[in-house]
């Protein structure tokens, strides 16, 4: 696939928020409208889904993220922007993959089935590290 090509862009940007809205329908929390394209992303790795806040209408209230990543989402408080929402992602799975590598069970959060935390961990630790360099990196980021 070219992913230089706007078409293969599009169309794979289409696709992530369809994952995006059934992770949120699985999700046991109600949640506001879903962006229509993604506030960040790199396809065919990433996408940053902006989430509107119930009770602020118009302001963002969660981040979910999809991709060549575990699906997740965080609450949008002291995450103003996709950049932030990534570096907040990044916290959440390195102290996940901390706790999988112990063979701690996660209320709310699971990679694969509880039998595979353990050979599961590096992965997640692996993707957390790549999400904290690339919030750090201000050239990813426009101002």
């Keep these: 696939m070219d ?12 696709e992530q928020r369809e994952v995006a809205a059934a992770f949120l329908a699985a999700h ?14 790199v396809a065919p790795h990433v996408a940053i889904w902006a989430i ?10 969660w981040w979910a993220v999809t991709g060549d990543v575990p699906s997740d989402v965080i609450g949008g408080d002291g995450q103003p922007d996709p950049r932030s929402a990534m570096a907040g ?8 993959a901390e706790s999988m590598r112990r063979g701690e069970a996660l209320p709310g959060f699971s990679v694969g089935s509880p039998d595979q935390a353990r050979d599961l ?10 999400f904290a360099e690339w919030a ?5 980021w426009e101002d």
């Design 28 to 41: 046991p929390t109600e949640f506001g409208e879903l962006g229509d394209w993604p506030a960040w992303h």
């Design 89 to 96: 992602f990044a916290e959440r799975w390195s102290a996940m």
């Design 121 to 130: 961990a590096p992965m997640l630790a692996s993707r957390a590290s790549v």
């Design 3 to 14: 992913w230089d090509s706007p078409e293969a862009e599009e169309k794979w940007c289409d």
């Design 136 to 140: 750090a990196d201000k050239d990813l």
């Design 52 to 61: 509107e806040s119930l009770q602020a209408p118009g302001r963002v209230g």
